[in-house]
């Protein structure tokens, strides 16, 4: 047997330690795990409620179209629903867009440190990935810029980036859009787009109006709360939604997501209490590395990138030991750093009072 060559040299995708294996593991009964950048507050008690409703329809094959999510998500958004386009997750909606669009030789374009899934899903079909280095953890649209040529067909363009946090803003996307050929798919991926507080932050779906090679990935993994649901939406131009659809598996999203996705998109209060709660967990983390003298990027989703000043490993693996879970900057590239996802208030204080212990410990050595 032999699989595709371009596929051998490629990683198996290594998650997070789930939370039983670290009970186990080090003989703990509390486990934090701020990891995978989780809502700490769970869902919509209405998304559990329509997936309840639901259970009666087990035996039946989910709406391939998600017809009623989708003229849902296009009324809210003021786009038609020939416009959207429903993913196992957005995971989902990258791998097919670098089905649709992608073939061998082919260039896409992306930073350096960002969603790996952009990266992985054009090397399966054989692309050029050109990584263009942040610029203070942020994307430099200039640079990126220059190595567009006739042979590229996609810039990624992670905003707020995973896993710096920071974003590019409306202005500087919109300079961008204005300069790159029209051949080139930019996808905006705005899987934190509804924690942004930044007034700056793009409007997506202005830049959508203006440039037809814009496509908008967003999910309901993150401030909806269902991950485990695996749902996410693009939001594009009709002709490039229709190429992604004929690259679509026929019933890529189950009744249980597209149920609890419809009654999520209802429930605004919900997003609303979850963006404040995580705007105070940043503002309360930003003020403990202050104090503590760490360095951070600032933070736009729900997640923040912290410099410890000491190897990373050493900091994940002494913070695991005490029941506390991060993502290592070890396995980003970022040596002595930390990706940190906000939690609740008492995970929050947990995680400081860990990593201040932890620092200052004589365990680890500087
Ligand atoms: C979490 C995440 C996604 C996708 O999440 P899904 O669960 O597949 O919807 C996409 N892009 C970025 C940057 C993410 O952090």
Partial sequence: MQPKKNIVHLPVYQPGKPIEEVKREFGLTEVTKLASNENPYG?????????QAEMENLSLYPDGG???????????????????????????????????????????IMATHTFPQYKHNAEIEGA????????????????????VTERT????????????????????????????????????DEAYVEYSTDPEFPDGLQLLKEYPNVILLRTFSKIYGLASLRIGYGIGRSEVIRSINQVREP?????????????SLEDDEFVASCREANRVGLNYLTSQFDRIGLSYFPA?????????????????????????????GHALDFPTSLRVTVGSQEQNEKFIRDLEEVLSGAAVQA
Avoid: Y
């Fill in 128 to 147: 050029v990935t050109i990584e263009v280095p942040l610029v203070n953890g942020k994307h430099d649209l200039p640079s990126m810029l220059e190595k």
């Fill in 43 to 51: 869902c919509s008690p209405k998304a559990k409620e329509a997936i």
């Fill in 66 to 108: 998600a017809v009623v999510l989708t003229n849902a998500v296009a009324a809210k958004f003021g786009v038609a629903p020939d416009q959207v386009i429903f993913g196992a997750g957005s995971d989902e909606i990258i791998l097919m867009l670098a089905r649709a669009f992608l073939s061998s030789g082919d260039e896409n």
């Fill in 251 to 263: 019933f890529n999203t189950t009744r249980f997501a597209q149920a609890a996705a419809l009654a």
């Fill in 153 to 188: 067909k996609i810039v990624w363009i992670c905003n707020p980036n995973n896993p710096t946090g920071t974003i590019v803003t409306h202005a500087e996307v919109k300079d961008f859009m204005k300069k790159v050929a029209p051949h080139v798919l930019v996808v905006l």
């Fill in 300 to 328: 736009n989703g729900n997640f923040i990138m912290v410099d410890v000043g000491k190897p990373a490993a050493d900091i994940f693996n002494a913070l695991l030991r005490k029941g506390m879970i991060v993502r290592g």
